[in-house]
């Protein structure tokens, strides 16, 4: 046996983490070359791109993603993260530690959405992932103005098979996750909003679509089991 076939397996960067992400579940070549792109992922809008396109969009990824400036982006939306968790953490001790918060108007507002701040950090990471994406379906537009938009739900199985794949899809604990969540989310949303209490809403209407995701994730990964036998490896996402 080689020395090669000793070495463990590289352990990808969180960057080229995402690289594959988006390879895989954003992008769906063609075997007569060129494929689609879905820069900012379902349910946005997708373009077909031709075969010279298509490659220049996917260098135009490798390029970005692991380039050294977006390497020094990722670590400063780390530190912002952690900082705004860590301010959070900070605010809850004092306001549940000191007895003033209780005696005065100011004190029951601020423990009241305290808790509601947990979503800011969860917020700047979806945001900010956002806006990553959008900058690429403005790289689409800019640099191939006739690309011809494709429909939405364009090989929508085979883009979830992709994430599956780049995410190392575990089906027990995708299962787990939805029999949680659903109910879970579902009875903390219908209170939040009989209450009404904003925390309760918006933690249940999170957790929901967390579930939801997982469900059809996991009716997709049994639909491809039915018929192959099997997970969804690498070697399935030929072009199409």
Known sequence: MSEETNKPPTRLS???KSLQLMLLSMTVPFREGGGLV??????????????????????????????????????????????L???????????????FFEDSAYGQTVRQWLPVAWFVPFVFIVTYSYVL?????????????????????AYLRRRLLGYMVAKSFKPLRALAIAVFAVPLGALLLAAGL?????????LGFMLLLIGLFQGVL???????????????RAEDLEPV
């Not at 077909?48 to 380039?67: G, V």
């Not at 403005?138 to 690309?147: I, K, S, T, Y």
């Not at 996991?218 to 969804?232: C, E, K, N, T």
């Open 133 to 153: 994406a959008r900058r690429y379906a403005q790289a689409v537009q800019e640099r191939f103005p006739g690309a011809r938009r494709t429909a939405r739900g």
């Open 85 to 99: 968790v860590c301010v959070i953490v900070g605010g809850n001790v004092v306001s549940f530690t000191f007895s």
């Open 194 to 202: 009989w209450v009404p209490v904003v925390f309760y809403a918006l």
């Open 218 to 232: 996991l009716a997709v990964y049994w639909s491809f089991r039915r018929q192959q036998g099997r997970g969804p």
């Open 38 to 83: 879905f820069p900012l992922g379902f349910p946005f809008a997708g373009y077909r791109l031709d075969e010279w396109q298509f490659e220049r969009y996917r260098s135009l990824l490798d390029r970005s993603l692991l380039s050294p400036e977006m390497k020094r982006e990722g670590r400063l939306v780390l530190a912002v993260f952690t900082t």
């Open 14 to 16: 969180r960057e080229e």
